[in-house]
């Protein structure tokens, strides 16, 4: 009778289904913390404010700086003889710039029509294959089928090597090194 009662008892009791347990302080992983004087800690916490606060400053004064580009760097050679490199600009008269633009009509005018050559051509070649091809039709549908089938040497297709390698048995994957390369443009 002792067991039912120990099991009723047991079933009306609330249920813990989270356990938790208090971190040992003794343990390897916990630092123990160390007794520090209130003044030593408060001149601590004012040199790093004071840190933060030179830091934030820096970064208000830079924010406004565009990040150099490579490109539109001028190395220190080019910048001291920068007035013998600079040209004036070429002022065209102007019957110069009618000339251009006159030259720049008649080239677009010659492209444009040979251009119109080309597609003429191309749909003369298309039409008159059609007509072969349905003329041949006509005559001979096997002959037709024949003509229509892709031939393998008109493409010179050449490839190197399988589009997918297979693995290397027993091959270990080295762990590689990532070399940061981003340049910082903090001051």
């Not at 408060?42 to 406004?64: D, F, G, P």
């Not at 251009?100 to 191309?122: G, H, P, T």
Request: glycine content about 2%; proline content about 8%.
């Amino acid at each position: 009778m002792s067991l039912l009662s120990n099991l009723a008892k047991l079933s009306l009791q609330p249920i813990r289904s989270i356990h938790q347990t208090i971190p040992n302080a003794s343990s390897v992983f916990m630092k123990r913390q160390k007794k520090i004087d209130p003044e030593v800690a408060k001149q601590r916490e004012a040199r790093r404010r004071k840190r933060l606060e030179k830091e934030i400053r820096q970064m208000q004064k830079h924010s406004k700086k565009p990040k150099p580009v490579d490109e539109l760097t001028l190395d220190v050679k080019s910048a001291k003889n920068i007035e013998e490199r600079r040209r004036p600009p070429t002022e065209l008269s102007l019957e110069q710039v009618d000339e251009r633009a006159v030259a720049l009509k008649d080239y677009s005018r010659s492209r444009q029509a040979l251009q119109r050559e080309d597609d003429a051509w191309i749909r003369g070649a298309i039409e008159s294959q059609r007509k072969a091809l349905s003329e041949l039709k006509k005559l001979s549908p096997t002959l037709y089928t024949a003509a229509v089938q892709p031939a393998p040497n008109d493409l010179p297709l050449t490839i190197q090597g399988p589009s997918l390698t297979p693995p290397i048995k027993n091959y270990v994957a080295p762990d590689g090194d990532y070399i940061d390369t981003t340049r910082n443009w903090a001051a």
